[in-house]
C-alpha cells in the first residue's frame, strides 16, 4: 500500500527548535516538498537568513549558504549568475529583507535574477526578542515600541508583495499564509509555482507568506491564528501581486514612454 | 607574449582573467572605474560574468554567494568603497571563502579626495572587518607588479581558503606603464568540492555542504579562531615577500617604504649616492604578512642609526616598522596625505637632517 504522507526527502528527521504556534516549519516543510516534488535537491543551494531561520539548514537538506542580515539576495545574485544551472532560493524574515536588506531585494528583483524568495512576515522581529519591523502593524505593541507603533513618527508598514510588483521587470510576486489548514495548499502550490518560474529561468519569484510569533506577540498559538487572520490579512491581502504571464506589453511601455 | 602599454586598472583587470577568474561584481568608484569598464566588454568576450551591483555591500555579497559556489571571483573599489565591502570581507574569512579584493586607495577620512593616498594600511592590514580575520595584503609598485599580484591572489586565495587583498595607491590604478603578463599561472589544483555549495550533483556526491560562519557554542567559535589563526601564522611563515634595494653595503639610514612610494625613495637613494650617503630600502610587498625579520636584519647593521617610514598616510605603517625593531634603532615617520606624492628632493632633504 502506498504512503500518502510522510516526511519529504529532503527534511531532516529532527525536532525544530521554532516556538510552539510558530509557523517556521510549515514553511520549512513546503519548501521541502517543492524540491522534492521537482527533484531538485541535487542542484538546490539555500540561503539562510539572519533571524531565527537562520539555523534552516539543520532541517532542510540541501547545500546552504548562511547569510549576513539582509544580505541574501545579493548572494544568491553571485551564485546564480556564476552557475545558473543551480536552484537557488532564499528565505528571508521582515526585519532581514523589509529592513536592513530592502536594497539588495529590490535591486535583485529588479534585475530580474533567476532566483526563489521565500518571504516570512511575522510582522515583528522574532530572534533578536520581538522588535518593532517595518511590517509591524499600527498600534502594535513590541520591545521597541511599548506603547504600540506609532505610524505618525514611524510611518505605516511595508508592503513589500506590492512594493516589488510596482517593478517593471517580469516576476512572480505572491502573497500567502500558513496559518489554517485552508490556505497551506495554496502557499504550496504558490511555492511550487515559484520554483518552476525559476527552472524555466523565466523571472525573479517571491512568495511572501504571512506567519505567527506567539511568543513575541505574548500570545498563546490560537490566538495568534486569530490576530493574523483578523489583523494582518484585511492589511496584507492574499493572492498574487504579479505574474510573468501578466506582465505589460511592450506596446504598454512604449505607451507609457510616450506619454 | 611581448609588452603592451596599459594602465594599471585595465592591466589588472585582464590579469585576473589571465588567471582564470572570469566572474567579476563590482560598484563605480574613482579611481578605479577603469577595472569595471573594461571588464564590462572584456567578460563578454571570454563568456565570463559581469554584473554592476547596487551598492558595495551588495557587491561583497555577491562576491560571497559566487566564491561559496565554488568559482574563482573577484572586485575591485577604492577605499569608502572597501569600508562598505568591509562586513562582507569578514563573512568571508569566517567562512573561509577565497576571493580576491582590489583596493586602489584615495584620500580618507571621509570622502576625502581623488587623488592617490596609502591611508587604508591599518584597515587592509588589521582584517578590514570586524572579528579576528586577517587578509593576506600585497603592495604592488608598478603596472607590472600590479598584473603579477593579481595572477599571484588567486592560487593564494586558494591555499589559504581566505580573501587576499591587493593594496595599491590610486597612481598604481591610473598611470601607464609597459607590462607583461606571464603566460601561464602555475597553481596547485584546489579541491572545491569539499566545502563549495556547487550542488550536490556537480560534486556526484551524496552529503550537502554548508558555507557558514554562525558558532553559537564558545568552545566551537574559539576553536574556529584558533584555526583561522594558524592559517594566518602560516601565511607569516611562508608568504612574507619584500624587495631589499641597496642594501649590500653600509648604509646610515634605513627606509621602509611601499608601492609608488617606494619608487620616489629609490630616486632619492640614487641621487644620494651621488653625494656620498648611503641609504638601504626595504619595500614590503606583502603588507600582511609584514617582512619584520628583513627589516629587524637590515636596521640592526652597524652602520644603520637610523629609520625612516616614508608612505602616503598620517604614520600607519610606521606602527609596524616600530613593532618589528623592538627599539634597536630609531623609527621616524614622513608622509603626506592629500594626493600629493612626496618629492625626492623631500626624501633627499629628510635623510640629510637624520644623520
Redo the contacts between chains.
Sequence with gaps: MAKLFQRPKSMFDVSTHYCPGCTHGVIHRLVAEAIDALDIRGRTVGIAPVGCAVMAYNYIDCDFQEAAHGRAPAMATGIKRVRPDLMVFTYQGDGDLASIGMGEIVHAANRGEKFTTIFVNNAIYGMTGGQMAPTTMPNQRTTTSPFGRKTEEVGMPIRMAELLATLRTPGYITRQTVIKPKYIQKAKKAIERAFVYQMENRCFSFVEVISTCPTNWGMTPKDAVQWAEDVLLPYYPLGDQKTPDSEVTEKQVAAAGAA | MSKVLMKGNEAIAEAAIRAGCL?Y?AYPITPQSEVAEYLSWRMTEVNG?F?Q???E?????????????G?R?FTTSSSPGISLMS??IS?LCG?QLPAVFVNIMRGGPGLGGILPSQADYNQATRGVGHGDCRLLVMAPASVQEAAEMVMMAFPLAEKYRNPVMLLGDGLIGQMMEPVEFPDHLKSEPSNKDSWA??????RNGTT???????FLDPEALNNNNLMLRAKYERMKAEEVRFEAYNTEGDYQVLIVSYGTMSRVCKTAINALKGQGVEVGLIRPQTLFPFPDVAIREAAAKPSCRTVLSIEMSMGQMVDDVERCLHGVRPVEWYGKCGGEVPTPEEIIDLVKASV
Aim: glycine fraction near 12%; avoid cysteine.
Design positions: 566572474n561584481f560574468v554584473l551591483g547596487e551598492s555591500v551588495a557587491v561583497s555579497y555577491m562576491i560571497f554567494g559566487a566564491a561559496g559556489a568559482v571571483v562586513e562582507g563573512y567562512a555549495t556547487n550542488g550536490i550533483d556537480h550537502r555542504n554548508l558555507v557558514r560562519s554562525l
